[in-house]
């Protein structure tokens, strides 16, 4: 079974800085796109920065300058770095993965991660 395990929440004053986790565990032949969502509470889902197969990626404007993807392919992994955190960055934070080969190349569509809380306030 595929899981993804998020890490690196907490709460974070204003202007500081975050660097979210996020590793496939169980066998994990390939996974094409990567992504960073969040939700805050009252509002909708959304996308914070993904990253394609080949390292092409799209940040929401709300965090495009201050915030890098990165993925370490071999280990089915992303992280998400958020400089200048704002209060409204405040979110449950989400990794996401799109088309994941496992076993036998089987076919996972899309996974998520449980979640993981970032609180920005002094």
């Known amino acids: 079974q595929v899981q993804l395990v998020e890490s690196g929440g907490g709460l974070v004053q204003p202007g500081g800085s975050l660097r979210l986790s996020c590793a496939a565990s169980?066998?994990?032949?390939?996974?094409?796109?990567m992504a960073w969502y969040r939700q805050a509470p009252g509002k909708q889902r959304e996308l914070v920065a993904t990253?394609?197969?080949?390292?092409?990626?799209v940040y929401a404007d709300s965090v495009k300058g201050r915030s890098t993807i990165s993925r370490d392919f071999a280990k089915n992994a992303v992280d998400l770095q958020i400089d200048s955190l704002k209060p409204e960055d405040t979110a449950v934070y989400y990794c996401?993965?799109?088309?994941?080969?496992?076993?036998?190349?089987?076919?996972?569509?899309?996974?998520w991660g449980q979640g993981t809380q970032v609180t920005v306030s002094s």
């Open positions: 990253m394609n197969i080949v390292g092409s990626t």
């Open positions: 169980g066998i994990v032949l390939r996974v094409d796109d």
């Open positions: 996401n993965a799109v088309a994941i080969r496992t076993t036998g190349w089987k076919l996972l569509d899309s996974i």
